[in-house]
C-alpha cells in the first residue's frame, strides 16, 4: 500500500493542533486568575484606610498633647500578666497622685483590625490596677493605657505573648 502525496500534505483540523490550546489555556488561566483576585480583595477590604485625613491630623495633635502630659506627669505603668489566674495588673508609678479610679488598655493589632480588644482595668488600692482577661492573643500589637478622662496616654509596642512589660512616655 503506497501513501499518495495528497494524504501526507492533508492539514489537521484545529482542534488537534497543540498550539491553539496553548494559547487559549493561557488566555483561561488569565481570565480565572483575575477572577480569583477580584473576589479576594472584595472579601478581604484593606481595613487601614482612612476617610478624612484632616481630622486624623488633628486628632494626632490632641494625643501628643496627652503623652506630653504623661511625661510631664513623671508616668511609668509596669504590667503583669498572670496567665494561670487569668489576671492582668497594672502598677502606676508617677511624680504626682493620679486621680484614675478605672484605666483603659487597648491592643491595637499592627495589621488585623479584628484583632484589636480592650481592658478596663480597676484600682485595687493605690496606683494599682486589675483586670480579668482571658488570655493574650499573640503577635504584634500597639498598646495604648489611658483613665476615662483621657488626660494622659501612655503608648508601647509589644510583641506577645509576654508576662511582663513597662510603658513610658517616649521622649
Do not use: C
Request: proline share 5%; net charge positive.
Amino acid at each position: 500500500m503506497t501513501i499518495s502525496a495528497q494524504e501526507t500534505d492533508k492539514p489537521q483540523h484545529w482542534y488537534r493542533q497543540f498550539w491553539p490550546w496553548y494559547i487559549l489555556g493561557l488566555l483561561l488561566f488569565g481570565v480565572l486568575g483575575s477572577g480569583v483576585l477580584i473576589v479576594s480583595s472584595i472579601e478581604h477590604p484593606d481595613p487601614l484606610v482612612v476617610d478624612n485625613y484632616y481630622k486624623k491630623g488633628l486628632a494626632i495633635n490632641r494625643t501628643l498633647d496627652r503623652q506630653r502630659r504623661a511625661a510631664a506627669l513623671g508616668l511609668v505603668a509596669r504590667v503583669q500578666y498572670d496567665k494561670a489566674n487569668d489576671a492582668l495588673g497594672i502598677r502606676l508609678q508617677a511624680s504626682q497622685k493620679i486621680q484614675a479610679d478605672s484605666l483603659t488598655l487597648r491592643l491595637v493589632h499592627a495589621t488585623l483590625a479584628n484583632r484589636d480588644y480592650s481592658v478596663v482595668l480597676h484600682r485595687t488600692s493605690g496606683n494599682d490596677y486589675r483586670a480579668r482577661l482571658s488570655a493574650l492573643r499573640a503577635g504584634n500589637y500597639n498598646l495604648l493605657l489611658e483613665p476615662d478622662s483621657r488626660v494622659w496616654r501612655l503608648d508601647a509596642h509589644l510583641e506577645l505573648p509576654a508576662n511582663s512589660w513597662s510603658m513610658k512616655p517616649e521622649p
